[in-house]
């Protein structure tokens, strides 16, 4: 009895520590996607002046562990004239 306590307990402990694992990295990735919206934001300020876009989705290389070549990437829709994009960052590049 003793020793189905001790595995139980070590199971439990387990199951909580890869619980809080997933809790961080969630974090961790809104933190990401947050900087990826404001460096988004502030390209299309920059190139894109005068237009109006909407940002749909941002993704990070993690998402895409088979591509590997951005930080991350972010689907843009211009609201003008409707028209759809992908933009990249890699730090590396920028």
């Known amino acids: 009895m003793k020793r189905l306590s001790y595995i139980l307990g070590g199971l439990i402990s387990v199951f909580l520590l ?3 694992g997933m809790q961080l990295n969630s974090n961790l990735k ?5 900087k990826a ?3 988004t934001e502030q390209y299309l300020a920059e190139n894109f002046q005068g237009e109006k876009f909407e940002i749909r989705d941002i993704s990070s290389s993690t998402d895409f562990k088979h591509y590997g070549y951005f930080e991350h990437e972010a689907t843009v829709r211009n609201k003008e004239i409707g028209e759809t994009f992908t933009l990249y960052y890699d730090k590396n590049m920028d």
């Open 18 to 20: 890869v619980l809080l």
């Open 30 to 34: 809104k933190n990401e996607q947050e």
């Open 37 to 39: 919206q404001v460096k």
